[in-house]
């Protein structure tokens, strides 16, 4: 029989952990494949440890991954692919917004011979207004701006093979946009359209500012074009200055100099522009250099606390590294 995981990040859900477990177990449980469950507690505050923990003693399908503190999503999701054991490894959100039902028709995709099954979010009209605005704008852009296409209203919710995973985990990057990794990877993929239930309980985990910080590492490690902006700025003010040079110099040339203003408002208009697009295009290359810095130093993604997987489960190699 072949086997399947499930790789779920969790961060503060005591309120739906139980009716996920549920939910996901009725659908599962029906199909013939031997199933993994890895819930990644992604350094939750509140009794989500304690609920997996209650549930993993019924079921000897289930592991948790706790990690010391709260890295973020997509770091959670690398800590349960690097301990997935499956020959399919499917992610997905344990908030219920990604309907376990789909997993049939992903394995049934998976067999027939694809080695992704993405997954895209097709508009409920239930999500706010905000969230549908932003993340279509952003996809347009990103996709304008970068070399890998990465789908719009693609969802954290998809199946990959055994081969994809193995070269997944062999792009060592600190800044992780798993979307557009995946993408990057090529493969054999198909899309398969869902409506994102809504969630179970609780509040999205998606502040604000982690929305901020997914869109700027997609951007910034998917793309070089924000530092050629800087750089096609700064060429146009670089003949601007040529032709304000021309134009003075005509003045001289004719004996029209006494005619030039003594020239101190355009001299500080100048200064301040080039300033400006200076400290933009130092802004971009500091950017850059930031994301160099991390990757150099080659931190882990992530840094594991406690890992129980399941009785009778052996541990994965991918422990040493940790
Ligand atoms: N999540 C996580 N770490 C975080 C934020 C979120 O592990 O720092 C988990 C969360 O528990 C959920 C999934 O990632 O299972 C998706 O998050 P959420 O539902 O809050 O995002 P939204 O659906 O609102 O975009
Ligand atoms: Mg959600």
């Known amino acids: 029989m072949k086997t399947v995981s499930l790789v779920i990040p969790l961060y503060n859900e005591e309120s739906v952990v139980e009716r996920f477990y549920a ?57 349960g692919l690097e301990n997935a054991n499956g020959d399919f490894v499917i992610t ?24 992704i099954v993405m997954t895209q979010r097709v508009d409920s009209g239930k999500e706010s207004w905000f969230k549908r605005s932003t993340s279509g704008l952003f996809y347009r852009l990103l996709n304008k701006i970068s070399d890998t296409n990465t789908l719009p209203g693609g969802a954290d919710f998809r199946l990959i093979s055994r081969q994809v995973l193995e070269n997944l985990l062999g792009m060592p990057e600190y800044h992780r946009f798993l979307r557009g990794m995946i993408s990057w990877l090529g493969f054999r993929s198909v899309i398969l359209p869902f409506t994102t239930a809504p969630r179970l309980a609780g509040e999205s985990k998606y502040s604000l500012k982690k929305m901020f910080r997914l869109a700027s590492d997609a951007v910034f490690s998917f793309s070089l074009a924000p530092l050629y902006i800087g750089m096609s700025v700064g060429v146009v003010f670089l003949f601007l200055a040529l032709f304000e040079a021309i134009y003075v110099l005509s003045f001289w040339v004719s004996g029209r100099s006494h005619l030039l203003a003594p020239g101190w408002s355009s001299l500080m208009f100048m200064l301040l522009i080039v300033a400006g697009v ?44 940790i």
């Open 23 to 79: 939910e996901l177990t009725a659908s599962i449980d029906p199909l013939g494949y031997d199933f993994e469950i890895i819930f990644v507690n992604d350094g939750s505050k509140d009794g989500t440890q304690l609920k997996l923990e209650s549930l993993a003693r019924q079921d000897e399908r289930l592991g948790i991954i706790e990690l010391s503190r709260n890295f973020g999503h997509q770091a959670a999701l690398c800590a």
């Open 92 to 115: 997905m959100d344990g908030d219920g917004q990604h309907p376990p039902t789909l997993i049939t028709e992903m394995l049934a995709l998976a067999e027939s011979g694809y080695d």
């Open 278 to 321: 200076l400290m933009i295009l130092l802004g971009f290359i500091g950017v850059y250099v930031g994301y160099i810095f991390q990757e150099v130093k080659n931190r882990p993604v992530f840094v594991i606390k406690s890992k129980y997987l399941g009785s009778g489960k052996v541990e994965t190699e991918g422990e040493e590294e």
